[in-house]
């Protein structure tokens, strides 16, 4: 990680603390729904989102795209939503992108992980630190 995606994942760990955490509780809630190994992509990605939309935390991930371009001192080229392209669900966690005047800017929360052997789905990580993640492309 360069020091303008450090500094990027420094801001948000520290001014959005709280729905990464809230982020984190949804996603144990997910898993403790599991009745055994979960190897499907659609048996993550809908309950999580359904979960995460029913706590608001859809629409609390748009200002953190904000932020982000803030630190690195550029602006988006609108108002980012909750809804792709800016916001989407993925099979391990939310995913905000945006594009700036110098590239793409990708976060993501990285709740769940594959296991390659067996194939399966499983929960990653239990604190802000251990599932945020940010590049620039």
């Given at each position: 990680?360069?020091?303008?995606?450090?500094?990027?994942?420094?801001?948000?760990?520290?001014?959005?603390?709280?729905?990464?955490?809230?982020?984190?509780?949804?996603?144990?809630?997910?898993?403790?729904?599991?009745?055994?190994?979960?190897?499907?992509?659609?048996?993550?990605?809908?309950?999580?989102?359904?979960?995460?939309?029913?706590?608001?935390?859809?629409?609390?991930?748009?200002?953190?795209?904000?932020?982000?371009?803030?630190?690195?001192?550029?602006?988006?080229?609108?108002?980012?939503?909750?809804?792709?392209?800016?916001?989407?669900?993925?099979?391990?966690?939310?995913?905000?992108?945006?594009?700036?005047?110098?590239?793409?800017?990708?976060?993501?929360?990285?709740?769940?992980?594959?296991?390659?052997?067996?194939?399966?789905?499983?929960?990653r990580g239990r604190r802000p630190?251990?599932?945020?993640?940010?590049?620039?492309?």
């Amino acid at each position: 990680m360069n020091d303008p995606e450090r500094r990027v994942r420094d801001r948000l760990l520290a001014a959005h603390a709280g729905p990464l955490a809230a982020t984190i509780e949804r996603a144990d809630a997910v898993a403790a729904s599991w009745d055994g190994p979960v190897t499907r992509r659609e048996q993550v990605v809908e309950p999580l989102r359904a979960v995460l939309e029913r706590a608001g935390l859809l629409e609390r991930y748009p200002p953190m795209l904000v932020d982000a371009a803030e630190v690195l001192c550029s602006t988006l080229p609108a108002s980012p939503v909750a809804a792709p392209p800016y916001v989407t669900v993925t099979s391990r966690g939310p995913v905000l992108r945006a594009t700036l005047s110098e590239g793409r800017l990708v976060v993501r929360i990285d709740v769940f992980a594959v296991e390659r052997d067996p194939v399966r789905y499983v929960r990653r990580g239990r604190r802000p630190a251990d599932v945020l993640h940010v590049e620039r492309r």
